[in-house]
């Protein structure tokens, strides 16, 4: 029979537990509220005076509203001729300046390489043995190059940075320097970003 203190330390821990998902996304709303829409709406207030009625109508979530509503358009505009004629003038544009172009060219391929479907740059997840044999890390499958001095079919591996996806190292390594470990793409993605907290409990 569980005693009183071991009962009320149950519940508490289960408690924490469940409200890990509200406390994230408290915290994530109010990083969007403080960031973006508090300054859009300081800055809205700046431009037409606080004196005027049409201030009477600014509200929280309007910035991000607002925000939504110009990269909206934005997408309207690019998706036409119209618009690719202007970005492809941009671009020309950028080649002139050296620290433009580099961050231009970085931020293109970036936007590049999510607008692809997964199956096109995540081929799959695999297991690599990193920094020293033995230790393993979860990694996927972005393409393969051909070693010119053996013919040899080597695989370009990403290794995310846990819990940040977007940043970590590409390695080459061989076909059998990798594991399959029964892993869908999600999968390796959710104990990555947790730092393996969620994600599978068994390998093939």
């Known amino acids: 029979m569980k005693t009183p203190f071991r009962h009320i330390r149950t519940y508490i821990i289960r408690g924490i537990i469940a409200?890990?998902?509200?406390?994230?996304?408290?915290?994530?709303i109010r990083f969007l509220y403080v960031t973006i829409d508090a300054r859009i709406i300081v800055l809205i207030r700046r431009i037409i005076g606080e004196q005027m009625p049409v201030s009477r109508l600014l509200f929280p979530g309007l910035g991000i509203i607002l925000l939504l509503a110009v990269l909206y358009i934005f997408g309207l505009i690019v998706s036409n001729v119209v618009g690719r004629q202007f970005l492809a003038l941009i671009e020309r544009l950028t080649k002139y300046i050296p620290f433009i172009k580099t961050t231009y060219q970085v931020g293109k391929q970036f936007s590049t390489t999510l607008s692809?479907?997964?199956?096109?740059?995540?081929?799959?997840?695999?297991?690599?043995?990193?920094?020293?044999?033995?230790?393993?890390t979860a990694g996927f499958v972005t393409g393969t190059i051909i070693d010119k001095n053996t013919e040899e079919k080597l695989l370009k591996v990403f290794i995310p940075t846990?819990?940040?996806p977007t940043s970590g190292v590409m390695v080459i390594v061989r076909e059998s320097q990798v594991r399959d470990p029964g892993w869908t793409i999600e999968e390796a993605f959710r104990s990555i970003i947790s730092a393996g907290i969620i994600g599978p409990e068994e390998i093939e």
Do not use: C, H, Q
């Open 19 to 28: 409200s890990i998902p509200f406390v994230l996304t408290f915290f994530v």
């Open 162 to 164: 846990p819990p940040n």
């Open 116 to 136: 692809l479907p997964d199956k096109e740059y995540l081929k799959r997840a695999v297991l690599v043995e990193y920094l020293k044999p033995g230790m393993w």
